[in-house]
């Protein structure tokens, strides 16, 4: 895929093959990239390209509850002007579909915290790969940031894979962060096997990160390089989780899977303050 094509992702009634969500109605065009390749999904000043989803308010309603705002030109999730009786989770998605991209966001803890989660761990997430029905939580792979956590691997609602293997303390042995593999496709197609952590109640797999390099003060980048049908994450520099055979259940076929190649791009909206100051792509495919 080359620039061009990645730039018109998203386009009205477009046939993006089976088990993949088609667009049915127009989207903003994203803007033409920086020199650098990089292109900016948010403006610092509204939504355009994105909508919001809450558990049970549905679509487009977190805006008016102040959960999601602009400030100085950053995304402030869950910020001062959100009552600690209006909140609920949810999440911010992209309207635009993404594939073959090295995703890139920067963000920094804020202090206000709500509900049960008062107590808790601050949490939020980079969802992609985001198909099928917006309900909470959506079917798609999650890069968690959670203190304590950051990187770590989540597979939504059905969505499988395989973990690589851990050499020398690091994953990711090979990898080019701005050009991805060197050899696209999996890391030696193999027959699925469950994650040694288990499958969680609610059809989720979780992959361990490999390493804690994430900032509790102060801000912090996460990378996702999604490239075919595996992806790695990348904390502050450090890559810590890499998983291949990247699958979701055959909405065509029950039982069956195809690999998860494609998809949207979201932030979760979960119970604590964040900042975000950067949220980018760039294509993997000159």
């Known amino acids: 895929m080359d620039r061009r094509n990645f730039m018109k992702l998203g386009a009205a009634a477009t046939t993006l ?29 509204d939504l355009k390209g994105w909508y919001t989803m ?77 198909v099928g029905e917006d309900v909470v939580w959506p079917r798609c792979i999650e890069c968690q940031i959670e203190e304590g956590d950051v990187g770590d691997m ?41 994650p040694a ?10 992959l361990i990160k490999d390493g804690n390099f994430e900032n509790l003060n102060d801000w912090n980048t996460v990378e996702v390089v999604w490239q075919g049908d595996r992806a790695a994450h990348i904390v502050n520099g450090r890559t810590v989780n890499v998983a291949y055979n990247l699958q979701q259940p055959d909405p065509n076929s029950p039982g069956q899977f195809i690999p998860l190649t494609r998809g949207k791009i979201a932030l979760e909206l979960e119970y604590a303050e964040t900042w975000f100051r950067r949220v980018e792509v760039k294509s993997l495919i000159a």
């Open 54 to 130: 809450l558990e049970k308010f549905g679509k487009n309603v977190a805006e008016g509850r102040k959960m999601v705002t602009f400030e100085q030109g950053m995304l402030h999730i869950m910020g001062s002007q959100v009552a600690d009786d209006n909140v609920e989770p949810g999440y911010l998605a992209t309207t635009q579909e993404f594939e073959n991209v090295h995703i890139r966001v920067e963000f920094k803890w804020g202090t206000r915290r709500f509900g049960a989660r008062s107590a808790a761990k601050r949490d939020n997430g980079l969802l992609y790969g985001l």
């Open 154 to 194: 989540i597979m939504v609602r059905g969505i499988r894979g395989v973990q690589g293997p851990n050499i020398a303390g690091v994953f990711g042995v090979g990898l080019d962060p701005d050009k991805g593999w060197s050899t696209p496709g999996p890391l030696g197609r193999a027959t699925y096997q469950p």
């Open 17 to 45: 093959g089976p088990g993949v969500l088609k667009s049915q109605t127009p989207v903003p065009p994203l803007p033409a990239p920086g020199a650098d390749g990089w292109v900016s999904l948010i403006n610092g000043r």
């Open 197 to 206: 952590n288990g499958v969680a109640a609610n059809n989720s797999i979780r």
